[in-house]
């Protein structure tokens, strides 16, 4: 081998093969400057064409933590926490029903998921507003009895409307994650003796969250946004404070510039609490290269 | 002689209008090895998922300790039995899968002490100790806290036979346990399952591995079709088949 290399070295066109001191050159990413350039010609035309626009921007500084818009923030985190919760529940609830082997459940939960995935929200938020027309008063006859317009505020309305309509949602999800776990982790918790209701919870929900979590993450945060229709039913979010504050001082853009900035802030965070959530629920099923890193550090 | 252990008349199962298993009937006494052969779709799988619910009978029964599995007889009428009490009846046997099916978020350590923690109630820092003392007989006490992601065929199979040992089952079940396996790792398992045999554990075992059958095994059993052919001591089943199709099996296996 070596003489042979070395019989190749006094040869008159081995020079060409010799690799010794060669360099390599970065390619040149012509096209990525030019993108470049161009975005921020397009932006500096943007920005200059709004600094130049009717907008005054003090409004919205003055106006971006006044006690109404501030309400109105927590307003739509509460409903978006309580709604997503029943919708949650709901979910489960009904994801287990339509997979049960027992008929009657299934039928309900099939009934359910086509009735509120049906209809429009809006519509739901609505009917339930106005359940009095309907029902005038709520309860068990000669017993206990209340007027349903006393019951049925704008919260309870918003909180049934969203919840319910999210939970028809998210039993979808929640059966596609369940479908997601290969049948021979029932079996194998079935052979240790579980019952089906404890291999549900033990070994295939914990297992089913990795596929369930990124939808309803992404339903997390449509749920944020989607609490601004309840402003039709006069639930107090950010949206409906901001025009009842528009209203009064005609700075239109200005206040939906405001609730904007607030409903990017709460999705921003949301997000990132999403990224943490699917890293816990990915135990086990780490990448290959994670794995090798693992093996190599022990 | 005593009443054995596990008692099994004519089972038959059905998958639709197919017959997997058409009448089989097998006795199993307490310490014995019983290693089950045939080709594909003879239905010696399917006998061992009847044995431990995993597939309920459309006839015959099967008695464990005397207690009919799976329903509860009144006369001549047979009642099937709530989820509950078959969860418990399941406790009498541990099963071994051709695919491991261990618990994908949990550790080796974790896999094992479920059962014994979530089933049975038990201590958890005493499932830990009784744990780590089955991980170190299948040879696995540094990966108690590998997830089977990061294991090998072999040892994720160790590990579940591990965690089925955790039970104190009376009866182990194996399922081709070395069939998914890389041809490497088949001889560490089989020494598990050796050591195990040697223990006196009551073990069925459906495989391939005519080796394994020959020196561990009590008694061999040959079923094609949905039934047994033939059954005997492994010099008599392995070494000299009075059926044809064991003898062509056999040779087929060989070769």
Known sequence: MHAETQKAGNDSWAGDYNVSGLQIVAPRHYGRWLAAFAII????????????????????GQFFTATAILNGLVNTIIMTVCAMVLGIVLGVVFAIMVMSPNPVLKGVAVFYIWFFR?????????????LALVFPRLGIPDVFSIRTVEVITPF???????????????????????????????????????????????IVMPQAMRVIIPPVGNEVISMVKLTSIASV????????????????????IEMLFVAAIWYLAVVTVLSIGQHFLERHFAKGHRKPDDVQKAEAAA | ?????????????????????????LDIHGGEVLCIIGPSGSGKSTFLRCLNQLERLDGGGIWIDGEMIGYRREGDKLYPLPDKDVARQRLATGMVFQRFNLFQHMTALENIIEGPVTVQKRKKAEAIDEAMVLLERVGLADKRDA???????????????????????KLMLFDEPT???????????????RGLAQS??????????LGFAREVAHRVVFMDRGAIVEAGSPQQVLGNPQQARTRDFIAAVLN
């Open chain 1, 41 to 60: 010609a397009i932006l500096l035309f943007i920005v200059k064409a709004f600094a130049d626009g009717q907008i005054a921007w003090k409004v919205v």
């Open chain 1, 118 to 130: 049906g209809t429009p929200l809006i519509l739901q938020l609505l009917l339930w507003f106005n």
């Open chain 1, 156 to 202: 309870v309305a918003t909180l049934l409307g969203m919840g319910i309509n999210q939970g028809a949602y998210t039993a979808e999800v929640v059966r596609s994650g369940i479908l997601s776990v290969d049948s021979g982790q029932t079996e194998a918790a079935a052979a240790i003796g579980m019952t089906r209701l404890t291999a549900l919870r033990r």
């Open chain 1, 233 to 252: 039913i006069q639930y107090s979010e950010i949206l409906r404070n901001a025009q009842t504050i528009y209203y009064a001082n005609n700075y239109v």
């Open chain 2, 1 to 25: 002689m005593s009443r054995p252990m596990l008692i099994a008349r004519d089972v038959r199962k059905d998958f639709g209008s197919f017959t997997a298993l058409q009448g089989v009937s």
């Open chain 2, 147 to 169: 997830y089977p992601s990061q294991l090998s065929g072999g040892q994720q199979q160790r590990v579940a036979i591990a965690r089925a040992l955790a039970m104190k089952p």
């Open chain 2, 179 to 193: 069939s998914a396996l890389d041809p490497e790792l088949v001889g560490e398992v089989l020494q598990v399952m």
């Open chain 2, 200 to 209: 006196g554990m009551t073990m069925i075992v459906v495989t391939h591995e």
